[in-house]
């Protein structure tokens, strides 16, 4: 199921990503302690594109390694930033 770009965007700089300009809107996530990690996505530029179509989202959840269930789970809020680094320190990615 698409979600609103804008709001995916909110969710990702609420839950300690850092955005950043470029030919995309860049992500990186920083931890709660502060440290900047190697997890990053984006999202594009274009003024058209107002949702982000599931196939997309897929993507975004690889960049982040998280499935897409966790992903969304991550931009709609019932999975925490804390959890989020739980999950990703459990898989060795931080």
Do not use: W
Request: glycine residues 8%.
């Amino acid at each position: 199921m698409p979600r609103d770009k804008r709001k995916i965007e909110e969710a990702l700089t609420g839950k300690g990503f850092e955005r950043n300009e470029g030919d995309h809107h860049f992500f990186v996530y920083r931890t709660i302690k502060g440290r900047k990690t190697s997890i990053r996505t984006k999202t594009s530029h274009t003024p058209k594109m107002k949702e982000i179509g599931d196939s997309i989202l897929t993507q975004m959840a690889k960049q982040c390694h998280l499935n897409k269930q966790e992903f969304l789970n991550l931009v709609d809020c019932p999975l925490s930033r804390e959890g989020f680094e739980t999950l990703l320190a459990d898989r060795g990615k931080l």
